[in-house]
T-cell receptor, first 113, second 110 residues
């Protein structure tokens, strides 16, 4: 069966510090991978998605970036965090094409102080 | 991007009653729709899905209805239980992208 791992679960970082969140998927190959952000009491905002190694699509302009160095690894990064980067970050995967649901990790609660 | 909106941000129901959560979507070309349940501090969990060539699909205690004419999706939960208390999101899927609404917070009153 497929599993998705996302870490860390919680993170407190000062403004201006770098960020690296990692996500890996097991039990499937060539998945579509996604990073979402969720503000408190709000919906899910799509940040990045990837349909293959080295292929990253960005949905919103920001100081975050994503990379996919391996087929089942997706990394969310920032060189300098802003206060507004605080939120709940969710990694997800789906099979390619339409008609396959997203499967989410347990999320990372990021607080920028 | 596309928007997926919900009619009601909060819903309170008595335990044992049926719950109906509504969702409006904007892209008439969307082919696939999904309902998720999110408990506090956790990632959304898949509940049920429906393709655009169907208008109804049933699962265990849940039913999803799709009305493509008015671009409306609903989730019905039968005999709502305290464990159903959570935030529910609908999502529409268009070519490698999934768009979510704000969510409806369901509270079940014992």
């Amino acid at each position: 069966s497929q599993t998705i791992h996302q870490w860390p679960a919680t993170l407190v970082q000062p403004v201006g510090s770098p960020l690296s969140l990692e996500c890996t998927v097991e039990g499937t190959s060539n998945p579509n991978l996604y990073w979402y952000r969720q503000a408190a009491g709000r919906g899910l905002q799509l940040l990045f998605y990837s349909v293959g190694i080295g292929q990253i699509s960005s949905e919103v302009p920001q100081n975050l970036s994503a990379s996919r160095p391996q087929d089942r690894q997706f990394i969310l990064s920032s060189k300098k965090l802003l206060l507004s980067d605080s939120g709940f970050y969710l990694c997800a995967w789906s099979r390619a094409g339409i008609g396959s649901p997203l499967h989410f990790g347990n999320g990372t609660r990021l607080t920028v102080t | 991007g596309e928007s997926v909106g919900l009619h009601l941000p909060t819903l309170s129901v008595q335990e044992g009653d049926n719950s109906i959560i509504n969702c409006a979507y904007s892209n008439s070309a969307s082919d696939y729709f999904i309902w998720y349940k999110q408990e506090s501090g956790k990632g959304p969990q898949f509940i049920i899905d429906i393709r655009s060539n169907m208008d109804k699909r049933q699962g265990q205690r849940v039913t999803v209805l799709l009305n493509k004419t008015v671009k409306h999706l609903s989730l019905q939960i039968a005999a709502t239980q305290p464990g159903d208390s959570a935030v529910y999101f609908c999502a529409e899927n268009t070519v490698n992208q999934f768009y979510f609404g704000t969510g409806t917070s369901l509270t079940v009153i014992p």
